[in-house]
């Protein structure tokens, strides 16, 4: 899959204006998370949410170290076509940090940490240290599900 036409110019300009500056060649991002707008919006080679989420809050932080900091509140289904679990987590019981960094080969994730809880209201923390490339242009963290055990696709990202 490929990124959607709304999100693929925002990833390419900020992989140019960082790869300009060189602010991110080894990490670095400090910035507020958006939740996954629909299914078909693939992050490099992430892989969309299956249904529409929305978020009442969330940021990260990721320092040129790799060390890795995400606060995400409220993080929950916003899809009618799930019925009653609307507004709840649904099956998803732990979050997924990824590290996505641009290359010459195109987009990929470089690091994950290991999944997290996800609270019945959709609250988790994230504070972790990676081990990342050293050339990590343009550096997006999506939050990954699990849902029955497996790792999934995003529901959350910077750079949106």
Known sequence: MTCSKRFAPKLLAATIFLG??????????NADLAACPSNG???GDVKSCGKIWKL????VHLA???RLR???RGLVLNDESVG???GTPDGVDAVAA????NGPNGAAVAA???PVPLGKSGDARIDVKLSLPSACYGPVVVLRERYEGNIGGWLAATGM
């Open 20 to 29: 300009l500056t060189g602010a991110a060649s080894a990490g670095g991002l």
């Open 41 to 43: 919006t693939a992050i």
């Open 56 to 59: 009442k809050s969330g940021h």
């Open 64 to 66: 040129s170290d790799g």
């Open 70 to 72: 995400v606060e995400v």
């Open 84 to 86: 009653k679990f609307n």
């Open 98 to 101: 990824a590290v996505v960094c």
């Open 112 to 114: 994950q940490a290991d």
